[in-house]
């Protein structure tokens, strides 16, 4: 009985003594809490690092598009006529490829009767100003204006273009990269990557492509009027797996094979066999006749632009004529060089980006490993000097090792905890998480002396029942301060305002973890530690 009505009267005090061991073992214990060891898979805890303590790059651009947004009904002529639509905006704005330069959205809720459509062009507004993709939509039918017209894409597009980012930066092989969706104080949105440990020019050129691959054929046809026929056979969507880059022992040609759906497989195999590769193909397309006479070609069509082209090997070409293609619907991709085999293996892993990036309207920031480094190391003995200050401070103002050696304590747990919380959620901390640390240190202390100014402003405590009520006029003062900095705070963790929104996300976990955790658990261990009874 006396066992269970100490941890009745100390739960507080179990409870930030649980989640200290939790945040240990979250920052101790590799994959605990599906962490991992240190931004690069190494060092002692399992925190991860921003590029400010780690070296890399970050880039913020914005995305490349401009949407009308349509309801009622313009929704109606837009959703009713997409086909027809697109076509006319094609010609109208002179979109060389409109099925990727053009995206209709019906975005009419089952449970509605108010319908919504979106039109988004991914197009420089220097190319097609606002008020000539109004005056293309009514040329199409869709009686909009130039005020249903915005700068930006929409949110479905965001999301689809930070993923395929993601993808491409993963294909890659960029460890420890980061790619979210901020908005500015103005309402734009950016996309922000960070890579540690490369150069901007690097992530750049990855990104600078839409990254469409498809296949196509070319083969002389006499019926054409040109004498030549040209389709597309694979898109990426085709496309089961990729493998690695490697090269041909006996040629020297680096490739990357890949490997069709199930869908797909049978669909071109017949391509194939319809156009004449039943038998393999040899392709002149590079050569001075390849213009009348190309023969019979695979091309490789990067963004639109044709990066290689190669014939059909015999053999595979009477796979296509029997039919074992679809047992094992495995083909090479050829290219120039090891180089453009990569981006080729990258874009079809990753698929294609449904918008551009505006990296001349973005920023961009660099900072080297070595000076990262440094900064990490600095951190740490700012925060020790900290702890320092602090524990003197305490001590000469209290002078009761009593008092003031829980304080310190307890205020360094709020440390442990949040250091154990970016553990889990695998936060990648920067210097402005390090600068909230340290004024969690400051704000904690100085509730904590709060609480001890407050119980022994009339003397010593000598029952648990004054205690308690001087505890709680202390804890009001601390809870309407709490709730003040949480107010204060709230907008700069919501919007995007660089190193200020890390500053303050930490600040204001830090505060709730005060106010519900340690404050209350300090206040248990200082009636312990005061009272006789």
């Not at 996309?191 to 839409?210: A, F, G, H, K």
């Not at 639109?304 to 047992?327: H, M, N, T």
């Not at 307890?410 to 970016?422: K, N, P, Q, R, W």
Request: a negative charge.
């Amino acid at each position: 009985m006396g066992l269970y009505a100490d941890a009745k009267d100390n739960w507080r005090v179990l409870l930030l003594t649980l989640l200290l061991v939790l945040s240990g073992v979250a920052l101790f214990v590799p994959g605990a809490f599906g962490s991992t060891a240190g931004s690069t898979g190494e060092g002692l805890t399992t925190l991860q690092y921003g590029i400010e303590l780690d070296g890399g790059t970050r880039i913020r651009a914005p995305i490349v598009g401009q949407t009308a947004e349509l309801d009622g009904e313009q929704a109606v002529q837009v959703a009713n006529n997409r086909s027809e639509v697109r076509r006319s905006l094609g010609q109208e704005l002179n979109l060389s490829d409109p099925g990727r330069d053009l995206l209709i959205r019906d975005e009419s809720s089952q449970d509605s009767q108010q319908r919504r459509a979106t039109v988004e062009l991914f197009v420089r507004e220097s190319e097609v100003s606002q008020a000539e993709f109004a005056a293309a939509l009514q040329s199409a039918g869709v009686d909009a204006s130039e005020g249903d017209v915005r700068t930006g894409v929409t949110s479905e597009t965001r999301g689809e273009v930070r993923r395929a980012i993601q993808r491409k930066i993963s294909a890659a092989g960029l460890a420890g990269r980061e790619v979210r969706t901020v908005q500015s104080v103005d309402g734009n949105f950016f996309v922000v990557i960070e890579v540690p440990d490369r150069d901007p020019q690097e992530i750049r050129q990855l990104l600078s492509e839409r990254g469409n691959v498809e296949v196509d054929v070319l083969y002389t046809n006499g019926s054409a009027s040109n004498g030549t026929t040209r389709e597309t056979v694979l898109q990426r969507e085709d496309i089961a797996s990729v493998g690695q880059v490697q090269q041909n022992p006996q040629t020297g040609q680096d490739y990357v094979s890949v490997t069709l759906t199930d869908e797909a497989a049978p669909e071109f195999q017949q391509d194939m066999t319809a156009a004449g590769f039943g038998d393999g193909g040899t392709c002149r397309y590079d050569t001075p006749r390849g213009q009348q006479d190309p023969g019979e070609c695979l091309l490789t069509v990067s963004d639109g632009e044709i990066v290689y082209s190669a014939g059909v090997e015999p053999e595979l070409g009477r796979s296509f004529a029997s039919g074992d293609f679809q047992q094992d619907p495995t083909f090479i991709i050829n290219a120039e060089n090891f180089s453009e085999a990569r981006r080729l293996q990258v874009n079809l892993q990753a698929g294609e980006l449904r918008a551009p990036l505006n990296f001349e309207e973005g920023t961009q920031y660099q900072l080297e490993p070595a000076l990262a480094q440094n900064f990490k190391e600095n951190s740490l003995l700012t925060g020790l000097a900290a702890v320092v200050a602090v524990t003197f401070v305490v001590y000469f103002r209290y002078g009761d090792p009593k008092v003031a050696l829980p304080m310190v304590v307890t205020a360094l747990s709020e440390v442990v905890i949040l250091l154990g919380f970016a553990a889990v959620v695998q936060l990648q901390l920067d210097l402005s998480h390090i600068a909230g640390l340290i004024a969690v240190i400051g704000t904690g202390v100085d509730d904590l002396i709060i609480i001890a100014d407050e119980v022994q402003y009339e003397g010593d405590v000598d029952s648990s029942t004054v205690f308690q009520s001087r505890f709680r006029k202390a804890f009001w003062v601390i809870g309407a301060a709490a709730a003040t900095t949480i107010i204060a705070m709230s907008p700069l963790a919501v919007l995007s305002l660089g190193d200020l929104q890390g500053f303050a996300i930490v600040t204001i976990m830090g505060v709730l973890i005060g106010v519900l955790v340690t404050r209350p658990a300090y206040g248990d261990i200082l009636r312990r530690l005061t009272t006789s009874n």
